[in-house]
């Protein structure tokens, strides 16, 4: 005895009428939807067909890529840290933040740094010390050649000069007494001792003259060049050692200056307008995110600004479609993040080689990088978001079309198979482009004709010419083996 009472039992009917009638009704029409637009159902006792028909041909290349900017503005670590070489993040600026130029991006410890300005500053000090003295020690030396030959040589000139007179009148006055000395002692006023002595006193004053005419020569000969070129040499290093310590002291202010930068540059601010992104800091095996505390070395990358008005797709096509890519081709995009959205785009750049090969598998199949400019789009795109983008090969408008299992190849023609009563004949045709779905049928069908849709099933209940046999032409390999048996012509 059943436990459900009638009424319910009636209810129940009554509300699973309508879905007995959709599946009833619904499943014969899914399945004539699914057979395709391209035939009616097929005969139960014939082969499967399909209809030639008129509609759009679309050729399109799916690939799939990731979304980045085409302008990607990268902020690196620009402190030189020197022999200390890494730097610690103190403050960075969350992630996804929109900045402005000149906007506050990280901060980097500048204490080491500033150590090391104070002790520049001490040696800048020194440096403009050593060069006041290098200078007045210079200026001091640099009229001494004038003071010397206006005073001091002036002084020993006359000098020497003076005493030259004193002596040569020293010399005339013995001279004089010597002759008069002479006509005494002839005349025997005076001995001869006397006279002895005055000759003496002549010859001295001699030697006074001779003496002070070499004092006089050696002051122009030697005394002065040697004192005007020592004089000279002085001026000449007191110059040099002038240059040195002004070069030295702009050393040391030029080294200051770049402290003071890199104390600047210890805090990173945006070069332009974007929304930030933080790079990852791989080393030690691992990778960190730049985040306070972590480690930093000078050209390191810190934060990304990409531009959300100019993105790009870098899509990877396989190699066998890759012959039919070329720059300047429409493109839809669909991202993941946005999956009700399409957007529009067109191919700007091929890659000449295929991507690197991950592994050593030999059977991998190649794929080379196309570079897809996106035209326009929300402002809330941003890097990194997963990306299918349909490149539009060709398009043609009414063009006669038949699936591609209703066609085959018979040497170097084309085939379709149409059924005519219990007959399949062949019907040769000509072909244009093909999407892997359908193929464009230049002649031989028309609109609305019946073919075989696995046409390739049927060929052996068909009647094909005969293939004519190729004549076989051995390469200059097998020409060169050839040889001819003995007692052969």
Not at 21 to 50: E, H, I, K, Q, R
Not at 137 to 160: F, H, M, P, T
Not at 303 to 325: F, S, T
Request: charged content about 25%; hydrophobic content about 40%; glycine content about 6%.
């Amino acid at each position: 005895m059943s436990r459900v009472p009638p009424n319910c039992r009636r209810r129940w009917i009554v509300r699973s009428l309508p879905t007995v009638l959709v599946v009833v009704v619904g499943v014969p029409l899914l399945a004539g939807a699914l057979l395709g637009s391209f035939g009616p159902s097929p005969a139960p006792d014939g082969p499967l067909t399909c209809r030639a028909e008129r509609q759009v041909y679309l050729h399109e290349i799916t690939a799939r890529g990731e979304l980045e900017s085409a302008k990607n503005v990268e902020v690196r670590c620009e402190v030189h840290a020197g022999d200390r070489q890494w730097l610690r993040i103190l403050e960075v600026v969350a992630e996804g933040t929109h900045v402005q130029p000149g906007d506050f991006l990280v901060r980097l410890d500048s204490s080491a740094l500033e150590d090391e300005l104070s002790r520049q500053k001490i040696l800048c000090e020194q440096s403009k010390a050593a060069v006041a003295a290098a200078r007045s020690a210079y200026e001091n030396v640099q009229g001494a050649v004038d003071r010397y030959l206006q005073g001091e040589y002036v002084v020993l000139r006359q000098d020497a000069e003076s005493k030259l007179t004193v002596a040569r009148y020293r010399q005339s006055r013995a001279r004089e007494y010597l002759e008069a000395s002479r006509k005494l002692e002839a005349q025997g006023f005076i001995t001869a001792q006397q006279l002895q002595a005055d000759e003496f006193a002549l010859k001295a004053a001699d030697t006074d003259v001779r003496l002070a005419e070499v004092r006089v020569s050696v002051l122009e000969d030697y005394t002065k060049p040697k004192q005007v070129k020592d004089l000279q040499c002085a001026l000449v290093t007191r110059k040099a050692k002038l240059a040195a310590a002004e070069f030295k002291c702009k050393l040391e202010f030029q080294q200051l200056a770049e402290i003071e930068d890199q104390i600047r540059k210890c805090v990173v601010r945006a070069p332009v307008a974007g929304q930030v992104v933080l790079a990852h800091l791989h080393h030690n095996g691992h990778s960190h995110m730049v985040e306070p505390g972590e480690m930093v070395f000078e050209r390191r990358v810190l934060v990304r600004l990409p531009d959300p008005a100019r993105m790009q797709v870098k899509a990877l096509v396989e190699e066998e479609k890759i012959a039919v890519v070329r720059p300047g081709l429409p493109v839809g995009v669909r991202l993941e993040a946005f999956p009700g959205m399409e957007l529009i785009g067109r191919v700007v750049k091929l890659s000449d080689f295929p991507e690197p090969e991950m592994g050593h598998d030999p059977v991998a199949v190649k794929q080379y990088e196309a570079t897809v400019q996106i035209d326009g789009g929300p402002e809330d795109l941003r890097p990194g978001l997963s990306a299918e983008v349909r490149i539009g090969v060709q398009r043609l408008d009414r063009a006669l079309q038949v699936p591609c299992q209703a066609v085959f190849r018979h040497g170097e023609k084309s085939y379709c198979l149409r059924v005519r009563g219990s007959r399949i004949q062949p019907c040769e045709v000509t072909l244009g482009p093909t999407n892997g779905t359908t193929v464009v049928v230049r002649g031989g069908l028309k609109e609305g004709q019946e073919v075989v849709l696995a046409a390739a099933a049927h060929r052996e209940k068909i009647v094909l010419p005969e293939l004519a046999a190729e004549p076989y032409t051995p390469g200059p390999l097998a020409q060169a083996n050839l040889t001819t048996p003995a007692g052969l012509p």
